[in-house]
């Protein structure tokens, strides 16, 4: 069975500050890796994907990729309390064809 | 104004009762997925679906069924073999099989 792992939280962030999720993931050949963000009662949504070992930024987000270590980050910079959510992982399998999702990472950004 | 929709918002169900979730797409995705998340869980894979007039079983098919006629549309019917169907079902599209996904907004499925 392959696991994506991820601290389910509260992770508690004052305004302004970093946030910085974390995601281990067991399968080796994963390839393709997601991060989601996911408003109490709503769907997923896109933040970024990733699929070479280093960093990848966009705006606030940054995803980090290390593949040796089977471990993928993101960090919001500037977090707003808008950013309060829960922050799903996803990993490719061996194949690149189907996903396998953490359990999420609650975020609360206070005030 | 394309994405994907899902129908109803929220559905109750009776023991005993077949419903059926809807979930449309416009745009123009190949492949489709029905995904299942109970409260503070991630999302478990039900069926998938890569093309039109084929669909896959997913880490907990039993007591789904799909079907996938049209390119745009992959209804998901819960069957009464589920026992324990309250959960909040999502849809995703995607343009290519193995490609990023994208969510409908999702169903909230309760039992009377």
């Known amino acids: 069975q392959k696991e994506v792992e991820q601290n389910s939280g509260p992770l508690s962030v004052p305004e302004g500050a970093i946030a910085s999720l974390n995601c281990t993931y067991s399968d080796r050949g994963s390839q393709s890796f997601f991060w989601y963000r996911q408003y109490s009662g709503k769907s997923p949504e896109l933040i970024m994907f990733i699929y070479s070992n280093g960093d990848k930024e966009d705006g606030r987000f940054t995803a980090q990729l290390n593949k040796a270590s089977q471990y993928v980050s993101l960090l919001i910079r500037d977090s707003q309390p808008s950013d309060s959510a829960t922050y799903l992982c996803a990993v490719d399998n061996n194949a690149g064809n189907m996903l396998t999702f953490g359990g999420g990472t609650r975020l609360m950004v206070k005030p | 104004d394309g994405g994907i929709t899902q129908s109803p918002k929220y559905l109750f169900r009776k023991e005993g009762q077949n419903v059926t979730l809807s979930c449309e797409q416009n745009?123009?995705?190949?492949?489709m997925y029905w995904y299942r998340q109970d409260p503070g869980q991630g999302l478990r894979l039900i069926y998938y679906?890569?093309?039109?007039?084929?669909?896959q079983k997913g880490d907990i098919a039993e007591g789904y069924s799909v079907s996938r006629e049209k390119k745009e549309s992959f209804p998901l019917t819960v069957t009464s073999a589920q026992k324990n169907p309250t959960a909040f079902y999502l849809c995703a599209s995607s343009i290519g099989w193995g490609e990023t996904q994208y969510f409908g907004p999702g169903t909230r499925l309760l039992v009377l």
């Open positions: 745009l123009n995705h190949d492949a």
């Open positions: 679906s890569q093309i039109v007039n084929d669909f």
